[in-house]
Each structure stands twice: as C-alpha cells, then as structure tokens.
C-alpha cells in the first residue's frame, strides 16, 4: 500500500505513477490529501478533476495512516501540548504556541527520544529511540491544525529529537508543509532547531534550503557548553561558529543563536565576554531561554541575574530577544517535552 501522507509534491507523483496522473490529478490529489487534509480516502476520491480510473486506483492501493492524540493538555497560559502515539511505535509531543490571538505555530518533534543528551533537556533523558517518518511528521500539523480555531502560520522543529539527525524526513516534511498546494505555509516561517550536528548544518547549506536554522549555543565557553551539551565533544564551538557564519552570509539574515540560560552557570561576564569575542564578526540575534528543568538540577536565573546579564550583553553589539517559553505547568516549555501526561487542565483523551 501507498502511504499518501509520506510524499512531497514530486514524491507523490513517483509514488502513484502507475496510476498515470496527468498534472491536474497530481495538484488535485496532493491538495487534497495536505491542504484539505483528508482523513479517508473517500474524501481523496472527491478530488475535483480526476478521472474515474485513477480514483478508483488510489482507493485500492493508497492509505491514510493516522497518529492517535493520547492527550491535549493546556496550559494557562493557552499552550496546548498534544501526546502523539504512532502505529509504528512510540509516543511524542508536539506544542500548538498561539500568538498575538490571530495564528498559531507548532512546535514539532522530529524522533522518539533524542540521542544528543543535552544534560537540561528531558527529551535527551529518554535516549534515542527511532527516528520519526516524513508521515509522522506532518500528521502532527495536520492533526493540530484540523482542530485550531486560528490558522497554522508556522511550525518550529523544536520538540523531540535532533531534526537534522533525521535530515531527509524532516526537509521532506517542511517540504510538505510550504508547498502551495499542500499546507501553504511560507518556508521562512519554518524554523529547525540544531544543537549544533555539524554534518546536518552543512548538508543543509549545501542544499540551499529555504528555511531558517537556529543555533543552540547555550555557553560561549568550549569547557562549560560540553558540560551541558554534550555535542560540544563531537563537533567543537569553534567549528560550530565557522557554520554559523557560513549560514549568515549565504542566507543574508542574522543567525539566531538560542542561549539558555542556567541561574550560577552562564549567566555572568565572562559568559557575556566570550559571547562577545566568539561572535564579533558574525552577525547572530542572540535569543535568551531560561532554561526548564523538572529535575531541579538547573534553575533559570533569577531576577536580579537576568537584569545584570542583559545589561553585559550590551558589549555583545548583536540584538538581543528574550524567549518567552510558555506552557511550563504542562511540560511544554523549551527542553521539557518527555512524551509525559502531567499537569494543566486535560482537555480530552485519546
């Protein structure tokens, strides 16, 4: 059987190729599988447009797999965490962010588990697992964007996993998702989250994809980063700056450089110097997070910290946002997502 839901644009062409589309039929039943998200092929079938013979070939050989919603939670602040689980295996979160009460955005996961082990991350606790399907992927936007009172307008591979670890299922997925006929939603507002897998940040520019990367630093500070990310012994700050200036030159943006900040760790001058003199000529926005961790083991900063800290960036000369993780009473902040069910108010069950 075709999986219809694990094809972009020119994939799903290739895949139902014996069934001779012409062009039409090819837009038509790829809009109606992404853009009208069809939940049966039944609904495939009433594609405008397609001849008699090809329905009846996508209703004999094509499916329509589904994740199954275990858990919606919300947060009061109005973020709702959705507790996927796969018929292939496995549970995994994803997070429907609102913003300015007009769209949402979604905050996807890209594996069961994560296998970089970044030490304030709950996900990295889990261990890797599997890698999640092109399919996967997009069911998650589908799911959450078929119950939204708002439209979808972006989507952040910042949930579970590592999304250039999963290179070709999450580009075949993003492909998916700005496709105008699929799920139309502008390739820069796609965002992957990297901490910083060298190989897929260079795979990725060779590429020339249309998205934005967004750097996970986190300390400027080659000893303290390995303590905290453990990717830093693999792939060194040093070579990871080289890509973060590569990416900013050729992409012509200012790159985003995440930095959690921990209370007592990196939140200090000399953590504000080195962020200084590692990025002097690259042209980055760093974006503070306070960091989430149920654990207790790292506290974000405390006022007076944050204050003090922000006032050293001064001398970083780059912008400076701060990143308001939100949904934290229901697991949903940055680096809490555990495929967990816990906290805020259970909107329904699967």
């Given amino acids: 059987m075709i999986n219809l839901k694990d094809h972009d644009f020119e994939g799903f062409a290739t895949a139902l190729a014996p069934a001779s589309l012409n062009r039409v039929e090819h837009l038509k039943l790829f809009a109606a599988v992404f853009s009208h998200g069809a939940q049966h092929l039944d609904d495939v079938k009433k594609a405008p447009q397609v001849r008699a013979t090809v329905r009846d070939w996508v209703q004999a050989n094509g499916e329509l797999p589904k994740l199954t919603v275990v858990e919606r939670r919300k947060a009061d ?58 399919w996967e992927i997009v069911e998650q936007v589908l799911q ?23 290179y070709a299922n999450t580009t075949r997925a993003a492909s998916i998702m700005c496709h105008p006929a699929g799920m139309a939603i502008g390739s820069k507002s796609i965002t992957f989250s990297t901490a910083g897998w060298v190989p897929g940040i260079r795979k990725y520019r060779a ?32 070579t990871l700056v080289e890509e973060i200036k590569a990416y900013a030159q050729e992409s012509g943006t200012r790159a985003m450089v995440a930095y959690v900040m921990i209370s007592g760790f990196n939140v200090g001058r000399e953590d504000a110097e080195a962020l200084r003199d590692t990025f002097a000529d690259v042209p980055v926005t760093i974006d503070l997070i306070d960091v989430t961790d149920p654990t207790g083991k790292y ?44 906290g805020g108010l259970v909107l329904a069950t699967g």
């Fill in 207 to 238: 590429d020339q994809l249309p998205y934005r990367l967004a750097f996970s630093v986190t300390s400027a500070i080659p000893g303290k980063r390995a303590v905290v990310l453990p990717v830093e012994k693999t792939w060194p700050l040093a």
């Fill in 299 to 342: 506290l974000p900063p405390t006022e007076e910290e944050l204050k003090h800290f922000r006032d050293l960036l001064q001398m970083v000369k780059a912008p400076i946002a701060r990143r308001y993780s939100g949904g934290k009473d229901i697991g949903a902040a940055c680096g809490t997502l555990e495929a967990s069910q816990r």
């Fill in 144 to 166: 959450i964007r078929a119950e939204a009172d708002r439209p979808v307008r972006g989507v952040v591979f910042m949930g579970m996993g590592e999304p250039l670890l999963n």
């Fill in 77 to 134: 602040d109005g973020f709702v965490k959705y507790l996927f689980e796969s018929p292939l295996g496995g549970r995994f979160e994803a997070v429907r962010i609102p913003l300015f009460d007009t769209k949402y955005v979604v905050c996807i996961s890209s594996q069961v588990g994560c296998a970089l082990a970044c030490d304030f991350c709950m996900t990295g606790k889990m261990g890797f697992q599997r890698n999640l399907e092109t």
